[in-house]
């Protein structure tokens, strides 16, 4: 599972399509029906039939299965034990495509800013799904960045039969071997799947909060706190 990573570097740099979507505790907690609010970020309501809808889609993404398609999941020798044994049950994905949430994050971030990151800038089309509030202009590979799909809190869900539209239509006129990436929270995960299945010559990537010290969202998660700077 760990060595994923290496695994994932070398698809990047071939340019050999596939998906990494990623399942924390938090998305955890949605499948599993509990209402949740986190930070300014999304406010889950299991009282609410919008919020119940988008429950059971982002069970179906935790579910779908592919050959290209990998599922992180909370990983159990960092914390939530008894979240990593129902996800895997839960989640009934092929060893091959089962892999871990925290690939890049945590400990991992140093690997991810030294060895992944520098690979996108090989990819000449790039596609950005993420908060309206990201400064995209100061990732290194901005120039290639040919659409951006805004996906504004809290609670972008309840906006994602438009945000799937966007990105449908651009899904269907993009060169094949675009990367996306994804930074939008649990809709991502949902916009993930209904991607990979629309059209599997692409690369989408769950990269969640991994830009947020570049694109001046800050230190968002605990594992940025931890960087003093971005020389790293």
């Known amino acids: ?52 809808s988008f429950r059971k889609q982002l ?31 839960s989640a009934n994905q092929p060893t091959r495509n089962t892999t871990s949430a925290v690939l890049f994050t945590n400990e991992n971030y ?14 000449t089309n790039i596609v950005m799904i993420c908060n309206p509030e990201v400064n995209i202009k100061k990732l290194s590979f901005s120039k290639n960045v040919k659409y951006v799909v805004n996906t504004p809190p809290p609670n ?7 945000i799937q539209s966007q990105l449908d239509s651009i899904i269907d006129t993009i060169p094949s071997h675009t990367l ?8 991502s995960k949902v916009l993930i799947k209904n991607s990979y299945i629309k059209n599997d010559t692409h690369t989408y990537i769950d990269v969640g909060s991994l830009h ?14 931890q960087i003093p700077n971005l020389d790293i």
């Open 59 to 89: 069970e179906s993404a935790l579910k779908h299965q592919g050959d290209s398609y990998y599922v992180g999941m909370v990983d159990k020798r960092i914390k939530h034990g008894t979240y990593y044994t129902e996800m895997i049950q």
């Open 1 to 52: 599972m760990w060595l994923d990573k290496f695994k994932f570097k070398t698809l990047l740099k071939k340019k050999t399509p596939f998906s990494y979507n990623r399942f924390n505790d938090g998305e955890w907690q949605i499948i599993s029906n509990i209402s949740k609010t986190f930070r300014r970020e999304y406010s889950f309501k299991r009282h609410v039939p919008s919020h119940q």
């Open 110 to 123: 140093k690997f991810y800013m030294n060895n992944i990151y520098p690979i996108y800038t090989l990819y």
């Open 180 to 187: 996306f990436l994804f930074s939008a929270g649990p809709i």
């Open 156 to 162: 972008a869900w309840e906006k994602l039969p438009g």
């Open 212 to 225: 947020d010290l570049i694109t001046g969202l800050g230190k968002s998660r605990g594992y940025l706190k």
